[in-house]
């Protein structure tokens, strides 16, 4: 007995529809990159698991696909490890190879390796699966598209302005206005410059990790993690205060742009005293000041902004600006930050870049489950020829062409099969138009043209037709 096919948990298949739903999402993408200049690139689906391990800090190590070495990987395999049970220790002898777990880090090995072809700055953008040893959940996949942009080379924050429009213009489209969605921005200086305050800047990294998690366990789970750490409890109170920005007591409540704008600012210049003169925290302020003023000035289509210092993107490579977008009861739909030296590790000092990433999967769940997407009427065919017999289908073949030539999506049935089997096709693959070529079609030249949707009937020249379906 066979076994029941299945596919790995956080994978999914994708039918034609759902194609056309993710090309949608690809094209909508693709089309704002170009506009700000951005070009294409892609690099292996499959990186040297050295290039992978280290960049992404502890966490994102953990999350990497490694790939068995080809023929008998045992036959290398570190004995003592393999004795031990020692998985990492194995794990350098059997696998060199690892699927990539973001785009982010193949780019910066991919700068190093063509930094004399490349004009910098550099634009570029990257639409490719990655994958992730993660637990699968709603929104939350082993294998997803993600659709990157990034520019390197230049440490200007009119860069983060620019990413900042790209989302406001991809979502604008995507959304129609119809969904709210929140661009939460901070800088990992103001992390630095806060956690600094409190005496506690060798811990910076795990306390970081904690505070990334502040929207799944809340406060009180961070200052248990933090607890952990053995961060004396007047530290962690201050840093929750400090993470908490409120002023006098109450949230404010915004309902405009410049009540947003104006609230962020008082927001920074709080923090400003607070953290007092940490050379990191103040870097962040000023940069994030930089950044909301020149948002302010261009305005925002449809995109709530708001100052977050509680995000921290757990990705160890990120040393400026952060984001993340988020739509209610969905985890990120998009992220990114500026990194100041991913690529140092593969011996290119000191080269600034700054990006954001599209995650493609969630964005269409996102879409799907609001009925947000258009009718794809033109991605399936539009005209099918009926099949009644030898003579008939080499009559309708030079049409079918004519009708392709012309950009027509259409088919002729390949069998002479029941009138009501063609039909059936038709209406199983929603195709608009259904031709039926006689001995009295091709005696006249007209064709007898079904419309699929009415149920109507008329007599049409092939010249006819293709304008009719131009016109759809």
Known sequence: MSNKPSIPKGTRDFSPIEMARRNYIFDTIKKVYKKYGFQQIETPAMENLNTLVGTGGDESDKLIFKILNSGDYLAKADEKALQEKNSNGLTKSIAEKALHYDLTVPFARYVVQNQNDITFPFRRFQIQPVWRADRPQKGRYREFYQCDADIIGSDSLLNEVDLIKIIDDVFTELFQGKLNYTVSINNRKILQGIVESVGEQDKF?????????????????????????????????????????????????????????????????????????????QKGIEELEFVFEKLEKLGLKTANVKFDPTLARGLGYYTGTIIEV????????????????????????DVSGVGISFGADRIYDVLLDNNLYPKFEGDSTQVLFVNFGEKEQDYCLPLLFQLRDAGINSEIYPDNAKMQKQMKFANNKNINYVVMVGSDEMASGKLTVKNMLTGTQEALTISELIEKCMNL
């Not at 915004?254 to 005293?273: P, T, Y």
């Not at 988020?326 to 011996?347: A, E, H, M, Q």
């Open 326 to 349: 988020k739509v209610d009861n969905f985890p990120s739909i998009c992220g990114g930050g500026r990194y100041d030296d991913l690529t140092g590790k593969f011996g290119l000092k």
């Open 205 to 281: 990294e795990q306390i970081v990790v904690a505070i990334d998690k502040y929207d799944k366990i809340g406060l009180e789970g961070v200052f248990k993690e933090l607890k952990d750490m053995n961060i004396p409890e007047e530290n962690s109170l201050t840093l929750m205060d400090l993470l908490a920005i409120r002023e006098g007591g109450k949230i404010i409540e915004v309902n405009n742009n410049k009540d947003l704008f104006k609230l962020m600012f008082n927001q920074l210049g709080f923090l400003s005293q607070k953290i007092g003169n940490t050379i990191n925290g």
